[in-house]
């Protein structure tokens, strides 16, 4: 079951706008008609309930939206771009891989988070025309779309998670109480991943989704038998079936088991012990879980309505724990989410102050500049077009920040960089 993967989403970037020069009988030069270039597309990860794993993105780990088209003349501006949606199962968490923030808890089929924004496209020469300047022959450049890497997690959604040893006869109890078909065998780690199966309720239309969690061991909660991988799919869960082996097999202990079981579910998550719990005294068939029932209920219950004798293979037991368990299901409190519901997305525009921008110089004498604003003016310069380059020149004074390097002592042939765009100060005249 591939419940884990890791991949990078790169956002289209905004088309360019176009410098385009009406053309009109008797005025080979009539003006600026260039529209802007369409928006890049941006990403979405979106769940989807058809789905029960992240096996797509075993194989391909970068996934890239369109790029907006390009703005033409007659003001026509360019195509935006589709935006790329990326389907996940219903239960995964979405991680930024680069600084642990949880992004999105995707719980409900059709919830979907951008988790990358498309660029801007860039403006079209129209905008740059001024009394003073009739014709201006630039236009802005698109503006690169985002890039992120992020990590899904997979927890299940289930309303029952049954937890015992290898061996306790979980797959054998989820196959008789519900359609699944887990493997079964008569040896240890029999099932290597969970299985879900519904469970219809006896004398009603309704049902619920139970999920068979590979047999955990003793210090599960650090990794042992690979406990740490399944103990995740049961935070989601509402109630816990814990199922203990009553025959006591190999020299087994009923209450040694449960106990333990307890012990590691509190020190894997302390609030995952108290869940509503019901316990399956399973094998009752048995001669030796006869004997061992009683003394089992003195030990470890608070009423006898806390463990039930039952046995998956006679199917001993079953309607009555089937009813019990619905019950608890609807009583129980609703599945817990990791992160703040969101409407739509998590990447929401901050204002942005146009005037803050910072300045920094690095060992080897760099001169940085960042700041929202002006690393995305910068990036949608064209420095190969000498009135783009006057442009920023412009914004660089209109912001102050000529002023402010100058003052830090910025001198003749420094290098400048404003985010990924590198000038010589110098080359061209910012005072």
């Known amino acids: 079951m591939y419940d ?35 928006r890049g597309g941006s990403v979405y990860v979106e769940a989807d309930e058809s789905l029960n794993t992240l096996h797509t993105f075993r194989y391909k780990r970068v996934f890239k939206a369109q790029h907006g088209g390009q703005g033409l003349k007659q003001k026509q501006h360019g195509k935006a771009a589709e ?36 660029g801007r496209g860039g403006l079209g020469n129209t905008h740059f025309k001024t009394s003073s300047y009739q014709t201006p022959r630039f236009a802005e450049r698109g503006e690169p779309g985002q890039e992120r890497r992020l990590r899904f997690e997979l927890k299940l959604l289930a309303d029952v998670a ?19 078909t887990p493997k079964i065998g008569n040896y240890p780690f029999t099932t290597l991943e969970p299985v879900l199966g ?15 969690i590979p047999g955990l061991v003793e210090g599960a909660h650090e990794g042992v038998g690979l406990g740490d991988e399944f103990l995740r799919h ?47 005294f399973n094998k009752v068939d048995m001669p030796e879980a006869q004997e061992n029932l009683a003394p089992f209920r003195t030990q470890v219950a608070v009423d006898d309505s806390t463990v039930l004798a039952v046995s998956g293979a006679a199917r001993v037991g079953l309607e009555t724990l089937v009813l019990r368990l619905a019950q ?33 110089r690095e060992a080897d004498g760099t001169w940085h500049v960042t700041g929202p604003t002006i690393e995305r003016i910068a990036v949608m310069t064209d420095m190969e077009n000498d009135e783009a380059v006057r442009r920023l020149e412009r914004e660089l004074n209109r912001l102050g920040i000529t002023r402010a390097l100058e003052a830090a002592g910025i001198e003749y042939g420094d290098m400048l960089q404003i985010g990924a765009v590198e000038i010589d100060w110098g080359e061209v005249d910012f005072g």
Do not use: W
């Open 328 to 360: 608890m299901v609807e009583s129980a409190p609703p599945p817990h989410r990791f992160a703040p519901k969101q409407e739509e997305t998590v990447l929401h525009p901050n204002p942005v102050d146009s005037s803050r921008f910072a300045i920094n």
């Open 83 to 118: 935006d790329l949606v990326l389907k996940v199962p219903a239960g995964t968490v979405v991680h930024d891989a680069d600084t642990g923030e949880t992004l999105a808890d995707l719980t409900e089929h059709g919830e979907r988070v951008m988790v990358a924004r498309g």
């Open 234 to 280: 049961i935070e989601r869960t509402r109630v816990l079936l814990y199922v203990v082996d009553g025959s006591g097999q190999e020299g087994r202990s009923p209450v040694e088991d449960f106990q333990t079981l307890q012990r590691e579910l509190a020190a894997y998550q302390p609030e995952m012990a108290q869940k509503p719990a019901l316990v399956a």
């Open 4 to 38: 884990r993967a890791t991949i990078d989403v790169i956002a289209g970037t905004g088309g360019n706008g176009s410098a385009s020069l009406r053309h009109e009988k008797n005025a080979a030069k009539g003006g600026p008609d260039g529209g802007d270039g369409g």
């Open 198 to 212: 519904v469970v219809a309720v006896p004398g009603s239309e309704d049902s619920f989704v139970v999920a068979d």
């Open 162 to 180: 049954l937890v015992g040893f290898p061996n306790a006869g979980k797959s054998t109890l989820l196959s008789t109480i519900s359609a699944a």
